[in-house]
């Protein structure tokens, strides 16, 4: 959640305007369910992305598959922190800003993109070199390769 505050106040200099910002995501959005001890959400959200994915990129998801790739582990990380964590600054807030727009399917949908975008890359790695990958790297190359408004273009 101290990524998305840390957003919030990167752009909004008033502490209070971006604490309600942040009230209003957790409590109108109802993000903060992803954050419950459970983590249903969470792994619901995870489970929507991988059913994405294997409709739209099942290589991927079959490369996923055959390396026994946790997918909470890969990509819990997206709906904790929105993208901010491992993703750069010009693009986190771009996300950021279509997150307010559509809520998770914004997430999702550009999760897939990106990785349909990087597919052949993702399929040359083998198990641990895939999440060092997807985590470190991914973003910032598929930004270098493809631009952030390729990138963010969903359907």
Known sequence: ???IAG???LYIKDERLAYLCLLHIMFKFNWRRIYLSNMVELVRL???LNKRLEKEV???YKHFRKYEVNMEGLFSHIFL???VYYSPIQFATRI???FLLDKEEALISCMVKVIKLMETKILS???MDVYMYLKAQMISECIEEHGIETMLSYE
């Open 58 to 60: 099942p290589a991927v």
């Open 96 to 98: 950021f800003d279509l």
């Open 1 to 3: 959640m101290n990524y």
């Open 125 to 127: 790695f083998s198990s």
């Open 7 to 9: 957003i919030l106040l």
């Open 81 to 83: 922190s929105i993208f």
């Open 46 to 48: 995870i489970r929507v």
